[in-house]
């Protein structure tokens, strides 16, 4: 039990962290939040939970192929946030990125990649 409170701790406090950091310097809290942080946190968690090679490497791999279509999120939001507003905003971003998340998997699918 104290290892999945040290998790939660240590997790939430790196996006505690970053939110902290943005809220000082745009470009500074960018860099920190496009830095894959959670995801060596997760690398490093299933590694000291014995987790065997291929399942942390199957991790690294999928989290590659996810984050893709996720990008045009990133130019998205920006633009749509002073247009709609931050819920609307939001909205449209997970509602984008899902149908591209979707495209994607079919268009690589044909490459031999199963995302679904």
């Known amino acids: 039990m104290t290892w999945i409170i040290a998790k939660y701790l240590l997790s939430a406090g790196m996006v505690v962290f970053i939110s902290e950091?943005?809220?000082r310097s745009d470009r500074l809290g960018g860099l920190l939040g496009a830095l894959p942080?959670?995801?060596l946190?997760?690398?490093t968690w299933l590694y000291f939970e014995n987790q065997g090679v291929e399942?942390?490497?199957n991790h690294a791999y999928y989290t590659f192929w996810y984050v893709i279509p996720t990008l045009p999120?990133?130019?998205l939001f920006p633009y749509l946030l002073p247009k709609i507003g931050f819920w609307l905003t939001m909205g449209a971003s997970i509602g984008i990125t899902m149908i591209c998340f979707l495209l994607f998997a079919l268009l690589i699918k044909?490459?031999?990649i199963e995302l679904m």
């Open 21 to 23: 950091v943005a809220k």
């Open 37 to 39: 942080v959670m995801t």
């Open 41 to 43: 946190l997760t690398l």
């Open 55 to 57: 399942k942390i490497a």
């Open 73 to 75: 999120m990133f130019l």
């Open 110 to 112: 044909g490459f031999g």
